[in-house]
């Protein structure tokens, strides 16, 4: 019997596991919808209030439940406001399915000027995305739904991208289901690549991991906990790599103890990580000054500017248990050496004030298990370092794309897919911004999301970077609404603090709470933490640091 396309759609989605879904509908969706509508006890839906939020709840759905995030938009501008969202997702390895229609397979490539039609909207998709298909006819549209979803778990978690003629959607066509195929097994890896790096581990006197996203499952951070505590080696953990191992364990470092411990490396082991200057096409630590071991799934990781003595192609879920193996037990770092380095480094965080005690209240305030989103706002940036992370898929951050106002809306579908555990949600009142719409989504669904808004008035950080630069500003002052009022709008609870304590307060008495608050906290102007960020401060940031306290061990 012949299906609808829209039937067919619906059906693959629930064939290959989709429970939940994020988009809006259009025009173009129209028989999508109404079979989505038919199905509606096997998939929830999710409909936020921005095609934009679709693909960044589909992102923070996967960095918290480890599924894959589906997300689904008209064409043309539809799929255009969708890519900032699946840039993030791309940006920070996130399994995102992006979903969207074309316009009729017969104008395709004419230039007619139909509804939603922009050119090649496929190369677009292309570009934000690991895999991308343009379906061609009806009877494809199952197997390339399912060839989809393969892939999507197959080689460096990134966006799969799937495009859809409308007309297809609202034809009736032979389904045309074959049995799903299972993901490609990861490539072996060569034993003498094995011999190799732990050679280098065993003839180091101070061998350091350095570890990025491609530790975060469990397979990997269990392969990497074990290798570490038979090395003795600390683990330094990039934005993306937080919650690796619990930042309780004596070895685990964030990026600012990062720099005792890299000073005297000889080895440094870079384990899921581009390992990549922000701003410039260079390494995170200069390549002259200790011998690399890297291990990417990603080929284009291993490459220029990186020039490692040995480069391993492979999943670190096999490549790490391979390596604990290999290598002979040893201290490199003694417990109290290392914790020695990370009380140097929380002396120099906790200079920053008010953050550092913003970001120590909310930590208190919060259960281990807590979600916390992070965002490019002045206590944000300080965050990335400064917040424990204790166990795995609780801290989210922007990735490499840095995309301003990320953050709420990939609160949302973490809460979604957090399985009711209280998600923290902090931003600047600028980020807030853009997606401030999404109050309404967070009431409508009774998310337990806390919002936290510090409103200083300003884009700070750019405000900052041109009173240091250029002595002045310009285009930084905001017209910000009454938060109070706007939360009161939506039908959401709202409080305001002052204090570091009052905020801590407020989040600890809403981690029981029943659906979202938002809470606003006023900020004048605050010191810049941007001197302790990252390996090696950004340019024009550097200030005198303390001693290395390894100095007293090494040299």
């Not at 200069?286 to 490692?308: C, G, T, V």
């Not at 281990?368 to 801290?395: C, H, K, M, S, W």
């Amino acid at each position: 019997m012949k299906k609808t396309g829209g039937m067919i759609l619906t059906e693959s989605l629930i064939r290959n596991g989709v429970k939940d879904l994020f988009m809006i509908p259009g025009i173009q969706l129209d028989w999508a919808v109404d079979a989505l509508r038919q199905k509606s006890g096997e998939i929830k839906l999710f409909i936020p209030r921005h095609e934009q939020t679709t693909t960044y709840m589909a992102d923070g759905y996967y960095r918290v439940s480890g599924k894959v995030g589906t997300a689904m938009v008209v064409p043309g501008p539809g799929a255009l406001n969708a890519g900032a969202g699946l840039s993030t997702a791309y940006a920070c390895n996130s399994k995102v399915m992006f979903i969207t229609p074309q316009i009729h397979a017969s104008g395709l490539g004419k230039g007619y000027g139909l509804l939603h039609e922009i050119e090649d909207q496929t190369g677009f998709v292309a570009g934000l995305t690991k895999w991308n298909t343009l379906v061609n006819e009806g009877e494809s549209l199952a197997p390339s739904l399912d060839e989809a979803y393969r892939i999507i778990h197959e080689g460096r978690p990134r966006p799969v991208g799937i495009e859809i003629p409308h007309n297809l959607l609202h034809e009736s066509h032979e389904e045309n289901v074959a049995a799903l195929v299972a993901p490609a097994e990861s490539a072996h890896i060569a034993s003498s690549l094995v011999s190799q790096a732990a050679e280098l581990l065993n003839t180091a006197r101070l061998p350091v991991i350095y570890a990025g996203g491609g530790c975060l499952n469990d397979a990997a951070r269990a392969g990497l906990k074990e290798l570490a505590e038979k090395l003795g080696a600390p683990v330094v953990m990039s934005d993306n790599g937080r919650g690796a191992i619990s930042d309780r364990h004596p070895l685990a470092m964030n990026a600012l103890a990062g720099r005792a411990v890299f000073e005297y490396a000889d080895v440094i082991l870079v384990v899921g990580s581009r390992f990549i200057d922000a701003l410039m096409p260079a390494t995170s630590w200069p390549m002259d000054k200790a011998k690399y071991i890297f291990i990417n799934i990603d080929a284009k990781d291993l490459s220029e500017p990186r020039q490692p003595t040995v480069a391993i192609e492979g999943d670190a879920n096999i490549a790490l248990p391979l390596l604990v193996e290999a290598v002979d037990r040893k201290t490199a770092l003694s417990e109290e050496q290392a914790l020695i380095v990370k009380a140097w480094a929380q002396g120099q965080i906790d200079k920053v004030q008010p953050q550092a005690s913003y970001v120590s209240e909310l930590r208190k305030a919060m259960p281990d298990d807590a979600i916390f989103v992070n965002e490019l706002t002045q206590i944000g940036y300080l965050a990335r370092i400064a917040f424990p992370v204790y166990e795995p898929q609780t801290f989210i951050g922007p990735g490499y794309q840095g995309t301003l106002g990320y953050g709420f809306p990939v609160a949302l579908s973490a809460a979604v897919g957090g399985n009711g555990r209280r998600v923290i949600s902090i931003t600047g009142d600028g980020g807030f911004g853009w997606n401030l719409q999404e109050l309404a989504t967070a009431k409508r669904y009774n998310l337990p999301v806390t919002l936290i808004v510090f409103n200083d008035g300003h884009y700070g950080n750019v405000r900052a970077i041109q009173r240091r630069e250029f002595g002045a500003e310009v285009a930084v002052e905001l017209q910000n609404p009454e938060f109070g009022l706007l939360a009161q709008a939506f039908g959401v609870n709202f409080v305001e603090v002052d204090t570091p304590e009052a905020l801590g307060d407020a989040v600890k008495n809403s981690i029981n709470a029943d659906g979202p608050l938002m809470i606003e906290v006023k900020l004048g102007v605050v010191p810049s933490p941007w001197h302790l960020l990252r390996l090696q401060p950004m340019k024009g940031t550097q200030s005198e640091a303390p001693a290395n306290p390894l100095a007293v061990y090494f040299e």
